[in-house]
Every structure is written in structure tokens, then in C-alpha cells.
């Protein structure tokens, strides 16, 4: 990618080291095994730290953590934020999708399932695919070793994981995530692009992601609510026109272009290493 990468199966313990050769401005974590760690490491470093929360790990801190410039948090949305209600976040900076990656022509032919996991509502999914056995559902997996029995299902297609997302949305009609936990679902940003509406539940981030371009419905909804809610999208021109605009439109809020997403990230690392210069807002 251009830029130096150092691995270790306990960074904590080198991060010191680095430190000494890199001698960097700021540290980003971003959760993970080894937080605590390699956060203790970096402040006694006297390292400014930036914390980008992004998972649905609670990360706790020590009652007399260091506050900012030494120590902030960023969070990928705002459900995220909200499971922190320890730390002071100082802003929601979603994922970066650029759009030109995922922007296709589309034949509107299929609904689309990535990852079909159990987390990510397969149960919800195989019910929709049995109830409309008209439609075509393609299901892309993350590894083509992953067991998935779809035996009865005639109208499934599983393809293998791919690196041109494009090929995917290229067939996409309505694009389906019945997570039951997401802290944001990029998945949704990156189908609106392309005027794809999604059907998702309301867990986790999902609605800050989907907004106006779809519909949510709870985890838990009976499955006849999901069937309805799946065939007002799919068989209704009005009501999937509409979704459809919205969708559009929501992926070009400018909250979420990479351009302000890059800026305000940068301005916040500047404003840890030039407090008295913090104008980013």
C-alpha cells in the first residue's frame, strides 16, 4: 500500500521500540485484544492517542484515564458512541466508501446477501427466499470453505467471495442486511451509490446507515413482516422508485464524503498535536 506495516503477535510489548523508530505525532487504536495494552504504552510514552471505536467491544477504561489532548475518542456512529458512556466522544466519523469504487450500472435482478451468517440474519433470509421463490437471491460468501446448506433452494446462487464489489451491485435490486448487531454497515453507503434500497433490521447502527434509503425492521420481526416488507420493495414501482431516490440522495449527504471524512479526521490528529489550534469543527 505505500506505507510502512510492522506485525507482532504482541504489540504492546514493541511498541515502545517503534516508537523509538517511527516517532510518531499521534497514535490511532482501534480496539482489539490488545487495547489496554499498547494504550498504557503509548501514554507513558507521552504519545497523544486517538481512540476510534468502531466495534461492539466496551473497551473499559481506568477511572483516572487521561482526558484531551493526551486521550480522545472518535466513534464510526452514533449507537457506537453510545455504548461508551465512560468516554467523551469527541465526533462520529463513519467509514470511508468512495464512491466511484462501488458506482455501476445495475441490472436490478437480484437481492443481494453478503456473508450469510447467522448474526447477519441467514435464518431471515432463507425465510424470504422460501416465501418468494420468484425472486432470485445471490449470497455472497466471505470463504468458499464456509458451509452453507441452502439444499430445497432453487432460486440461491452462492458466489464466492469478490474484490470488484461493482460485479455484485451490477445485479442488485434491493440489497438485504437483518443483522442483529452492526455498529455502522458500510454495506448500505456503498449499495445507496447506486440508488439500491436495502432492507435491514434496526439493530445497532443500521438505521444511521440505511436512513431514508430503506426500510428497517426489527431483528425480531415475524416473518410475514419481513415477506411484506421485502415485496412492497420489490414488487411496488412507486414505493422502490422512491426508496430508490432516497437512497441516491442520502449517499450524498456530505457527512459521509471521503473528502470531509479525510479532513476532519486530519484536523482532529492536528488538533491533539496543536491544541491551540483547534478549528476543525
Known amino acids: 500500500m505505500g506505507?510502512?506495516?510492522?506485525?507482532?503477535?504482541n504489540?504492546?510489548?514493541?511498541?515502545?521500540?517503534?516508537?523509538?523508530?517511527?516517532?510518531?505525532?499521534?497514535?490511532?487504536?482501534?480496539?482489539?485484544?490488545?487495547?489496554?495494552?499498547?494504550?498504557?504504552?503509548?501514554l507513558c510514552l507521552g504519545i497523544p492517542v486517538v481512540a476510534y471505536l468502531h466495534t461492539s467491544d466496551r473497551l473499559p477504561m481506568q477511572h483516572d484515564a487521561p482526558?484531551?489532548?493526551?486521550?480522545?475518542?472518535?466513534?464510526?456512529?452514533?449507537?457506537?458512541?453510545?455504548?461508551?458512556?465512560?468516554k467523551y466522544v469527541s465526533r462520529?466519523?463513519?467509514?470511508?466508501?468512495?464512491?466511484?469504487?462501488?458506482?455501476?450500472?445495475?441490472?436490478?435482478?437480484?437481492?443481494?446477501?453478503?456473508?450469510?451468517?447467522?448474526?447477519?440474519?441467514?435464518?431471515?433470509?432463507l425465510a424470504l427466499a422460501r416465501a418468494r421463490p420468484d425472486v432470485s437471491f445471490l449470497f455472497i460468501v466471505n470463504s468458499m470453505r464456509k458451509?452453507?446448506?441452502?439444499?430445497?433452494?432453487?432460486?440461491i446462487r452462492v458466489i464466492a467471495p469478490?474484490?470488484?464489489?461493482?460485479?455484485?451491485y451490477g445485479r442488485a435490486r434491493v440489497v438485504l442486511a437483518p443483522s442483529k448487531e452492526e455498529t455502522w454497515g458500510r454495506i448500505a453507503t456503498e449499495a445507496h451509490v447506486n440508488g439500491i434500497p436495502l432492507l435491514a433490521s434496526n439493530a445497532g447502527?443500521?438505521?444511521?446507515?440505511?436512513?431514508?434509503?430503506?426500510?428497517?425492521?426489527?431483528?425480531?420481526?415475524?416473518?410475514?413482516?419481513?415477506?411484506r416488507a421485502f415485496s412492497r420493495l420489490w414488487d411496488d414501482p412507486a414505493t422502490y422508485a422512491h426508496f430508490s431516490r432516497a437512497a441516491q440522495r442520502?449517499?450524498?449527504?456530505?457527512?459521509i464524503q471521503p473528502e470531509y471524512l479525510i479532513r476532519a479526521f486530519e484536523a482532529h490528529l492536528d488538533s491533539l498535536v496543536k491544541p491551540s489550534d483547534n478549528h476543525w469543527q
Open 67 to 86: 482526558k484531551p489532548p493526551r486521550l480522545s475518542f472518535l466513534a464510526n456512529s452514533s449507537y457506537t458512541a453510545s455504548l461508551h458512556g465512560d
Open 92 to 125: 462520529i466519523i463513519p467509514p470511508l466508501v468512495h464512491p466511484e469504487d462501488y458506482q455501476t450500472e445495475t441490472d436490478r435482478s437480484s437481492a443481494i446477501f453478503v456473508n450469510p451468517a447467522g448474526y447477519k440474519g441467514l435464518d431471515i433470509v
Open 147 to 155: 458451509s452453507l446448506d441452502i439444499s430445497g433452494f432453487h432460486n
Open 162 to 168: 469478490v474484490e470488484d464489489m461493482r460485479k455484485v
Open 250 to 255: 442520502y449517499s450524498q449527504r456530505k457527512e
Open 205 to 227: 447502527g443500521l438505521p444511521e446507515a440505511v436512513g431514508p434509503g430503506g426500510i428497517c425492521l426489527p431483528f425480531k420481526a415475524p416473518t410475514a413482516e419481513w415477506v
Open 11 to 42: 504489540p504492546a510489548t514493541v511498541v515502545e521500540k517503534l516508537s523509538a523508530k517511527f516517532k510518531p505525532d499521534v497514535a490511532v487504536l482501534q480496539g482489539g485484544a490488545h487495547f489496554a495494552p499498547m494504550l498504557q504504552s503509548l
Open 3 to 9: 506505507y510502512p506495516v510492522w506485525r507482532s503477535w
